[in-house]
């Protein structure tokens, strides 16, 4: 049996309490299993998983896409508004407890707006701007903000977590009842005092384009035609970004559509990442050091 890491949720039966420890007080359960994102990198592959995609679900299908931000994987367990726990992703079924190290994070809201039950989930990251600055101040610096990003939420002192500004983009939220549409789970958790990405497109052949454009004023809204547009002014926007992504993930906008299309045992079939194309760059290996494993 495991342990509560802190005060048990009441939550109703079907919606897992994740904050069970499993082998010692820092790997818990996650309550929703974190599964991962299938990938394309052609725009030919993602006009077919489009059409496939839709034609399964009538024509009457929504897709939000978001940028793909290239940080540390989060999922923020919250109880009658109050943050109970924040995992890492760690193998989807378990993950490591960085509670204390997220707190730290301004972006972070402690509490919500709201008294509600919910897992949301997101990536944390560090802006471009800041990473050169921290970095410089590291015994060993980091290769990358994403590393140095997951190294922070993994550091054993709190305080040395703080120092370093992480941000955070909230992606996915998990409600109880659940949302009908993944849109409107990402209004209510900008309305609970989240921070979400607002470079972020909708696009169908049967919604109404002029609630959603009201709803979310800084979102590309268009057609299935559209997603190509998108596509090509994020990769071009990439460069100038104050933080790094490395695609787009495309995400069926409605829950009961996403159910019965269902997943593998390895992602869902509701969402896809289309990948950029890594930027290019020279590596001189200087030494190799041969270890012996913990193992042998
Ligand atoms: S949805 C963990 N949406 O990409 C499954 N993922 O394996 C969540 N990521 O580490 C998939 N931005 O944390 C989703 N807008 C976004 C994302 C996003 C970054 C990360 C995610 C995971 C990786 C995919």
Redesign the pocket.
């Known amino acids: 049996m495991g342990v509560p890491c802190c005060r048990q949720p009441k939550l109703t039966p079907g919606f897992p309490n994740p904050c069970m420890a499993i082998r010692h007080t820092m790997e818990r359960a996650h309550s929703v299993p974190?599964?991962?994102?299938d990938k394309l990198y052609q725009p030919e592959e993602l006009g077919r998983w489009l059409k496939k995609t839709s034609e399964y679900a009538g024509n009457k299908v929504g897709f939000t896409v978001?940028?793909?931000?290239d940080g540390a994987?989060i999922v923020l367990y919250y109880d009658g508004g109050e943050l109970l726990c924040a995992l890492t992703?760690g193998n989807g079924l378990v993950g490591n407890d960085v509670t204390a190290n997220v707190k730290t994070i301004g972006a972070v809201p402690l509490r919500l707006s709201e008294d509600v039950t919910l897992a949301a989930?997101g990536?944390i990251f560090l802006p471009l701007g800041r990473f050169a600055a921290v970095n410089a101040g590291m015994e060993e610096p980091y290769a990358n903000p994403r590393n140095l990003a997951a190294g922070t939420l993994r550091r054993v002192k709190s305080s040395e977590a703080a120092a370093v500004p992480l941000d955070i983009f909230v992606?996915?939220g998990f409600f109880d009842p659940p949302a009908a549409t993944h849109r409107e789970a990402l209004e209510r958790l900008e309305a609970l005092g989240f921070r979400l990405n607002p470079s972020a497109g909708w696009f169908s052949e049967a919604g109404d384009r002029d609630a959603v454009r009201r709803a979310h004023p800084s979102w590309t809204v268009g057609g299935l035609a559209d997603i190509g547009g998108f596509l090509a002014a994020e990769r071009a926007r990439r460069a100038g970004l104050d933080y790094e992504i490395d695609g787009i993930?495309v995400?069926v906008d409605e829950l009961a559509v996403r159910e019965r299309l269902g997943a593998t045992g390895h992602h869902p079939r509701w969402?896809i990442?289309y990948k950029f194309e890594s930027p290019e760059g020279v590596t001189t290996v200087t030494a190799i050091e041969v270890q012996v494993g913990r193992t042998g």
């Open positions: 974190v599964l991962s994102l978001e940028e793909k931000i994987s992703r989930r990536e992606y996915e993930v995400k969402e990442a």
